[in-house]
Structure formats: C-alpha cells, structure tokens
C-alpha cells in the first residue's frame, strides 16, 4: 500500500519543529508500525537524510518505550496495545497518516518523535516503594497469605508499563492514571500498609511538581491505556490521599 | 589450572557458600561511603545489585541507554522465576534444582555456581513477596506454581505471563528508593563505549550521553556489567532492539575472557517470522507447553495442501497428526527442554513438513487443553449433560484466565485466533549462555571488573531451563555481588576518589572519540541495518540450530569480510556531537561483526553436541546429541589479541563430584 505520512521532525529541544510530509510506497499489511517506520528511515539514509528518530526497544508491547500520536491518538487507533503491537492491516492503501510524540508541557520533546520522559521516574522515586533491605532476611513468602483476589487486582494495577499514554490523552496532561497505579498496587497489599500515607502523599506532590495537570475525570486515560489500567485507581488513590491527609 | 582460577571454596558443596561468606573480606559501613562502584545495565541484575549495594553504603553510579531503567529487557521475560521452595511438597529441594540445572546445561557450567543459585533462589521469592510483587496466588491466598521445561517438579513461581516486569518494577523500586536517599545516581540515555584501567584494575568508564553526543570519563573503585547478552548478533531474535555486546566485548578488549560464546539458546516457541521488513521476534512463553501440544502433520500431502492453504489443521484427525515430541520424548512430552524441542521442530520441518508459507513453523494447539478444563469445570460447577461447544467455551475462559496476554499479543501479529486454530510456532534466538568469563565471585579476569546477570557465563552450560534467568538475574544482585564485591573493596578503603584526570582516561576517551570519527567517515553506501541483517543471515545459517566445520569456517571468512565492508563502507547520517540513533547502532552491529566471528571460531573448536551447541558431526544414529566428556568437559575462555582470529583459547576444566555425568535423555 502506499501511505502519505506527516510527521513531526524537530533537531532538538531548543529548535522549534515542524510536520513533514512524506510519501511511503510498498508497505505491506503484515508489517507493523515501527517496521513501516524502518522503512521509511531506510529510504531517507540512503538519500543521505537524517532519519526519523523515535523511542521503541521491546517491540512487543511490554517496555513501555514506544510512544508516539497517531492520527492524534495515543498508540494509535486499536485499542489495549502499544504502537509497536500495532500493524499496518489496521490501515488502508492511500492512508495519510499523522504522527506526533507526546504533548505534554512535563515531557519536553528531545527530537523528532522522542520525548523525555523522567518525571515519570521522579514521581517513583518519591514514594513508589516499600521500603525493606533487599539484602535482608525477609520473613517466608508464604508467611503472609493474600487474598487470591487482592493480589489480581494489586497485578493489574502493577502492569503499568510507564509509556505515558494516559498523559497525552488527557486534556489537562495529567499524570494520575499513572501514578495512581503503583499507588494502588501497594495499597492493596497488606506490605504497603505501613508507609501508605506517606507514599501517597511524597508521590502526589512530585506528580503535581512535575507541572503535570489536574484529573477531571474525563477517563479519555483508561480508553488509551494499553494495559487498560482502570480509572478505579485513580478513585482509590483520591481515597488514599484523603485519608491520608485527615491522619496528618 | 593455568591462568583460570575459579576461585571456588574448598569443602563439601552445600556448605561451600555459607562458608566463602564467612571467609572473605567486609568493608565496614564507614568505609564504603568512601567507595565508588559503577554499574552499567539496570535489568534484574544490574537493578538488583545496584539497589543492594547502596544500600549497603557504596556510592553507585548506574548506566543505561533506555531513557528509564525500568525499560530492561528483563522486564519482556514472560514465564516465570524458579526457587527450590517445595511449596507444592513436589519433592523438591536445593539438590533438585542444583541437579536439573546442571543437567539441564548438558554437564557444562560450574557446580559450585549453579549449587549457589539454587540455594539463594528460595531467597529471592521471599524479597520480591516482601517488596509487594504481586506474585500469582491461589484460593487460599498461597503462592501458586507451575512448571516448565526439563523437569519434574512446579517450582515456577509467576505473574500471568509478565513475570519479568513485576520482578523488574521490583527492583526498579528498590533501585528508586536509593537514588531518592542519594545513594544512587541515575544515568539514563547513557553507553558505555569503553572500560578504563587503571594500574591492571578496573577504574571506570568512558560513557556517551546518547541525547547530547557528550563524551565523558566516570571513574569507581570497581565496576559491574550487567548488561544482557548478545543475541542481536542474529540480527533477528526476541531481544529488544537495543540489547547489544559493547560493554562486555570493551572489556573482553581490554583483558576480560570471554566464555563459551557459542552457546546460544534458541528458543522452540516463538511466532515465526513473516517477511523481509521483519525486525525482531516474539517469544510465547515457555509455559504455554503447559497445556498446548506440538504438533506437524503425518503425511507430506498435507503438510504441504496447508501451506498452500487448500487445508486447515482443524480438519485433521487425531490419527493425522504427529506429535512428535511426544512421540520422541513419552517422559517428558512437550515439556523437554529448549535446544531438545527446537530442534526437533527444525527437523520436522527440513523433512518437509512445516506448516506456513515459508515452511518453518508448526503447531501449538490447545483445543485438548481447553476440553479437559471446560470438562473439569462443568463437573466442579455440577453441571450434568454438557454439550461440546459449552465445554469448549468453558475451557477457553479458564485458558484466557492463565495465559490471557500471550493469547492476545498472538492474535496481534498473526491476525488469527489462537482459541480456534492452533498457534503457529518456530524456534528464534532468545537467551545467550556464554558470556564473560567469571569466578566464583562473580568477577572476570580483569581485577575490579564484574559481570552480572546472562553479561557471564557461569550458571546455564550450554542449555539454560525455563524460568531461570530471572532466579539468576535477581541472584547475583541481590545475593551473590553485594558480599563477594566486598572482598575486592576491602582494599581499596584507603584509594580515596580516583581521578579521571589521568593518562589511562585520557587515552580511552581519545580512543573511543577516534572510533566515532571513524565510523562517521565511512563513504556511505550501505546503512547500518543493511550490515546487521547481512550478519544475522550468515549467523542463522552457518552458526544456529545445527553447525558443521564446513560452514563454521564459511561463516568466519564471511564475517571477517563484512566487517571489512562496514568499516569501508557504512553511511551514518548526521552528526556525533547530537542524539543519532544510527551512530548508536553503528557502534553495536560493529561489535557484533568482531563477536561474530569469535563466536563461529568457538563453536568451530567445540567438536561436540551439548545443549544449544549442536555438531551435525557428532550425533547419535537418532538424532540426538553426541556430547564428549572426554576431550570437552570445559568451559573455552578466549583472551583478546587483536583480531577475532588470533584470540586464544583457554580451558576451565569443569568437575563434577556432586552429580554423576550421563548422557542426558529426556526420553
């Protein structure tokens, strides 16, 4: 198939960026997006060009590394996947298709398609632990039984891969959905209990720092969340905050 | 012994750990704040190590290239992590993983190593269970287990099909609360392009701010690489796209041996590859042999009416289809290891008798599976005369609820559904078993210098089991590193900072910025990938699933030309001085051409079949491997001198006194 691309180039992050045009022939629908982008880059090197610079590595939805706009929707239109999962069947011959890195004022652009990230890590590093020694001796795994139902929904909330979707399909660009989820993951389990209000407390205020922006409840996060994340964490984490606060 | 000291403790094998720790040197809490230590890579080993070496005091520098270290490629590892718990009362035990380990690894990896692992491996499931991994639970809020290739217990602790992530994020946690007391610092987008030593020690590194193009000189008392193996020399694989030798393969250069590179795990299920554009593959979890059943058909008639699409596998019989792993192997069926299931797919199918359009693929099928459970479930539900389709649809939901994800991701790629028509499946390159050559410390032949995680070499021989590169991984960070690095330290508490201000830093940077110009000069003709694939096809070919001396040394001139080419010839755009993902690469693929060749040599030398080492010289008149105990019960370190060619072969005798050697039959 043949497909006309705009994509954002930007040289670095003090230069101001533009959407360029480019038409890609002999694309197959059995090649996913980023193997389409490859291609792309293949012809644009041997024209001496510089090629497209995007963020992947895993290439199978689980790095959480891969992280452009397509046609103005995080990962693209298919849902529950990253654009690396994402394969050009999903598409049709003549396409134009858009493609731009996160918007969001706390992930400033590094060039092209890669955007910085590390507010995600400075949001983690407040709080989003437990703290024991790893070096300790913890008591026997078993020791501590944890409803059967408790654990699933503690995993969910853990399969966050830190992509940053949720950010750029808020409105307000807010952080939330992902903070909310190591919020959730540990306050659902009896380990967590212990540091719980002040995780969540150190870990809101970073993600406010961040200039991240305020959750309105749009829940446009959990429709584009690869990993389906759900908006309940962010409810739980509200809780927690709150309870949190009223303990002082 | 020659120049290979294995460090490893007198006494019996079981007390040997307890007692090297009792043995070696510490380094008082006082002191190791005055002491420095670099680690590059930030996957479970490097993670682990780094988060538990701050917190013992040492100031750690970590190094990755991802823009987070939560992006390892530990984090794609999907089935699961060993430890000799017993919680399945299985009979189970520290012996028994030590034992299937060491015959999983077809008699060549260390004894003492691998007894360790399995001693500390119980550790490692109370640390995680304790850091809030959310562990797979049964009803009764107890852990739960499954069980995986090339053996016969459930000792597999898991999260769905994500394991790798949670004991990643895990660690990552561990590693986060330690860069926010300071103990750590985090150096994300960053490459290590050289090791610098130091008086024969190593001292630090010459790293590359990948955003900035900067060039610049950390120094340490000793420095860690934990940083994967290097199966992206196949181009090809299920490795991320970044994985890549250059760390180890700078300190090969600069002194580090080199273990065993030619043991190399391809693994049996992977989704097969599609067309020329491919750029990586995609592994489906080992557990899925669980409960789905390998299969090709009997006759070539059919075989070859479904490639051509006049058939499908669900209008053959029981009676047409041939399972041969099961056929092959009654004991262990579909649950043999790795290299025995890859190749016995690859057989089938160079007998003609795969089952997609390029005929490298066969059948994973669990319509069996999915009727046992709807059958079980409509009886624990008391449901009395059950049709077929309620069974079926009963079954399917209780096979979504195990491996739900893997399912999914399948029907992504391939566009089929996995719940009606079997899984189409072929071996791909995974893990790699050699690596830095290491000591029982953990420490390579370059005094200070480490190696972590698959970086070394140590545990896996030549066959790594299912669910044990996690056990690993978090093993040596947590457990192992944090007190055998000590008894280096102990005598540097008096060193004081190192300077990079010194002539060794001032010729490495100079080095490594001459090699960048270099490599920017190139005429450019051919792009980086173009050289990558060209290696990949001959490392596929000449040097994967079965080898020959015939082919081994076409692979070897072939890869000593490329690399001549790509040194001639290789077109990088832009500039060093900026973020160029193409400089990035460049610098890996050329790696990997030098690697390659060593590799080929190696496997050359090793005239023997043993684990993922296959001869097609040395086999039994059925096929199976035909190891030699008597001329390559060793482990081949090889010491840099120069070109690939020239390197020379050292030999660590592997004795075993603990497990009786035998031919290894999972029949």
Redesign the interface.
């Known amino acids: 198939m043949k497909l006309y691309l705009k994509i954002w180039r930007q040289?670095?992050a003090s230069t101001k960026g533009q959407m360029v045009d480019y038409t890609l022939d002999g694309v197959?629908s059995?090649?996913?997006f980023?193997?389409m982008l490859?291609?792309l880059n293949?012809e644009?090197?041997?024209k001496?060009?510089?090629?497209v610079?995007f963020?992947?590595?895993?290439?199978?939805?689980?790095?959480?590394?891969c992280s452009l706009m397509i046609n103005g929707r995080p990962h693209g239109p298919?849902s529950?996947?990253t654009v690396c999962?994402l394969?050009m069947?999903s598409f049709n011959d003549g396409d134009e298709i858009v493609i731009e890195p996160w918007r969001a004022k706390a992930f400033p652009v590094?060039?092209d398609l890669?955007v910085?990230?590390?507010a995600?890590?400075r949001i983690?590093?407040?709080g989003?632990?437990?703290?024991?020694?790893?070096?300790g001796?913890?008591?026997?795994?078993?020791a501590?039984?944890?409803?059967?139902e408790m654990?699933?929904k503690?995993?969910n909330a853990?399969?966050c891969?830190?992509c940053g979707a949720c950010v750029a399909a808020c409105k307000n660009a807010s952080a939330m959905l992902f903070t909310s989820a190591k919020v959730s993951?540990?306050a659902l389990?009896p380990?967590?209990q212990v540091e719980a209000a002040e995780r969540v407390e150190n870990m809101v205020r970073q993600m406010d720092l961040e200039g991240f922006g305020n959750c309105t409840n749009t829940g446009a996060c959990e429709i584009e969340c690869p990993k389906g994340i759900s908006l309940e964490n962010i409810a739980r984490m509200n809780r927690e905050y709150l309870s949190a606060s009223v303990k002082g | 012994m020659g120049v290979l000291d294995s460090r490893e403790p007198q006494g019996p094998l079981a007390n040997k750990w307890t007692n090297h720790k009792n043995e070696i040197d510490l380094v008082n809490p006082a002191n190791k704040r005055n002491i420095d230590i670099i680690i590059v890579g930030t996957g479970l080993a490097g993670g682990?190590a780094a988060?538990?070496l701050a917190?013992?005091g040492y100031n750690v520098k970590t190094f990755c290239y991802?823009?987070?270290?939560?992006?390892a490629?530990s984090?794609?590892a999907q089935g699961g992590v060993n430890a000799a718990?017993n919680?399945q009362g299985d009979g189970d035990s520290v012996y028994r993983l030590f034992y299937d380990t060491v015959k999983g690894g077809d008699y060549r990896s260390r004894e003492s190593n691998v007894y360790r692992l399995a001693e500390v491996s119980t550790?490692i499931?109370?640390?995680?269970?304790?850091?809030?991994v959310?562990?797979?639970?049964?009803?009764?809020?107890?852990?739960d287990n499954r069980s995986f290739g090339g053996v016969l217990v459930s000792r597999t602790f898991y999260?769905?099909g994500?394991t790798g992530?949670?004991l990643l994020?895990g660690a990552?946690?561990?590693m986060?609360?330690q860069?926010?007391r300071g103990k750590i610092k985090?150096y994300?987008r960053h490459e290590m392009l050289d090791l610098v030593l130091v008086d024969g020690k190593a001292r630090g590194i010459i790293a590359r701010d990948l955003?900035s193009g900067e060039i610049e000189r950390h120094s340490a008392h000793a420095v860690v690489l934990a940083t994967g193996g290097y199966g992206n020399l196949f181009f090809l694989s299920?490795y991320?796209?970044?994985a890549n030798v250059m760390a180890a393969w700078k300190a090969h250069k600069k002194g580090a041996f080199f273990a065993n590179p030619c043991f190399t795990q391809i693994h049996p299920t992977c989704i097969p590859v599609?067309?020329d554009?491919?750029?990586?593959l995609?592994?489906m979890s080992e557990s899925l042999r669980n409960d789905g059943r390998i299969w090709v058909p009997k006759r070539l008639e059919d075989a070859q009416a479904i490639r051509e699409g006049k058939l499908k596998p669900t209008q053959l019989g029981e009676e047409e289809r041939d399972y041969y792993l099961e056929r092959r192997y009654p004991a262990f069926g579909n649950l043999v290891p790795r290299d025995v299931a890859s190749r016995a797919a690859k057989e089938r199918c160079d007998a003609g008798f795969g089952v997609n359009k390029t005929g490298e693929a066969v059948y994973l099928d669990f319509s069996a599976a999915i009727m046992r459970y709807g059958r079980e479930k409509a009886l624990t539900s008391g449901m009395k005369n059950v049709d077929d389709n309620t069974i079926r649809e009963l079954g399917e939901k209780i096979v979504e609820a195990k491996y739900g994800n893997l399912f999914?991701?399948y029907e992504?790629?391939v566009?089929e559904n996995p719940y009606k028509t079997p899984m189409m499946i072929y071996p791909a390159v995974h893990y790699t078993m050699g690596g830095l050559w290491v000591d029982y410390n953990l420490q390579t032949t370059i005094p200070g210098c480490y190696a972590a995680g698959e970086a070394n070499f140590s545990d896996h021989g030549a066959n790594r089991l299912g669910a044990s590169a996690l056990m690993q991984g978090l093993a040596d960070g947590?457990?192992v590193l944090?007190y055998t690095i000590g008894d280096y330290l102990s005598d540097d508490i008096r060193t004081g900072p190192i300077s990079t201000d010194s002539p060794e830093f001032d010729e490495a940077e100079k080095n490594v910025t001459d090699k960048l110009e270099k490599l920017m000069s190139g005429t450019?003709i051919h792009?980086v990938?173009y050289y990558h694939k060209k290696l990949g096809k001959i490392m596929w070919n000449k040097c994967g699933m079965s080898r020959n001396a015939k082919e081994l040394k076409e692979a070897i001139k072939e890869i000593a030309e490329l690399r001549k080419d790509f040194w001639e010839n290789v077109?990088i755009?832009?500039r060093p001085d900026?973020?160029n993902?193409?400089l990035e690469k460049a610098g890996r693929v050329a790696d990997f051409l030098e690697l390659g060749e060593l590799f080929a040599k190696d496997a050359l030398e090793r005239n023997e079949s043993c684990g993922g080492h296959f001869r097609e010289e040395y086999q039994t008149p059925e096929g199976e491997a035909l190891r030699d105990d008597e001329n390559f019960k060793f482990v081949s370190a090889w010491e840099y001198k120069g070109e690939p060619s020239d390197a020379i072969l050292h030999k660590e005798d592997l004795v075993y006194e603990n497990i009786k050697v035998k031919t290894r039959s999972y029949k």
């Open positions: 040289k670095n197959e059995d090649m996913s980023l193997e490859d291609i293949e644009l090197i041997s001496g060009e510089e090629p610079e963020d992947h590595d895993c290439r199978e939805g689980i790095c959480g590394t298919d529950m996947i999962q394969h069947r590094i060039k890669i910085d990230r590390t995600f890590d983690q590093q407040a989003g632990y437990i703290s024991v020694n790893t070096s001796r913890p008591v026997d795994a078993n501590i039984p944890i409803a059967k654990a699933d503690s995993f853990a399969t891969i830190g993951q540990f389990l380990q967590g | 682990s988060a538990t917190e013992l991802q823009d987070s270290p939560r992006r490629h984090i794609a718990k919680y550790n499931i109370d640390q995680c269970v304790a850091q809030g959310p562990f797979a639970r049964e009803y009764g809020g107890l852990l999260a769905k994500q992530q949670q994020l990552y946690a561990a986060n609360r860069i926010q985090s994300t955003v299920t991320c796209m970044g599609s067309g554009h491919q750029s990586k995609t592994l999914q991701m992504k790629i566009d947590y457990f944090p450019g792009s990938d077109k755009p832009g900026s973020k993902q193409e």
